[in-house]
Nanobody
Framework: QVQLVESGGGLVQPGGSLRLSCAAS????????MGWYRQAPGKQRELVAQ???????NYAESVKGRFTISRDYAKNTVYLQMNSLKPEDTAVYYC??????????WGQGTQVTVSS
């Protein structure tokens, strides 16, 4: 069974930085593209960054140039480095495969709050 455990969120001032981590179990991590999604209150969940098995990355326009996604196969972990954070980045952040797979349950996510 694949488990996704996100961590690293918190409260940060505008302009600050955070690094999120997602530990994934199972071979699903090793054979699929992975992504970071976020869901703000009252909004739909959106994909903000993705990384292929070969390391190619893609970002939503809203985070391009500020966020960096990476993955460590030795640790089965995907990271999201977030710099120059803005209040509109406030959301619960989740990791999952890209595209998502029905049999994989979403993790609990990690809350990111950007506020002064």
């Amino acid at each position: 069974q694949v488990q996704l455990v996100e961590s690293g969120g918190g409260l940060v001032q505008p302009g600050g930085s955070l690094r999120l981590s997602c530990a994934a179990s199972g071979r699903i991590f090793r054979i699929n593209a992975m992504g970071w999604y976020r869901q703000a209150p009252g909004k739909q969940r959106e994909l903000v960054a993705q990384i292929s098995t070969g390391g190619s990355t893609n970002y939503a326009e809203s985070v391009k140039g500020r966020f960096t996604i990476s993955r460590d196969y030795a640790k089965n972990t995907v990271y999201l480095q977030m710099n120059s954070l803005k209040p509109e980045d406030t959301a619960v952040y989740y990791c999952n495969t890209v595209p998502t797979i029905l049999s994989i349950t979403w993790g609990q996510g990690t809350q990111v709050t950007v506020s002064s």
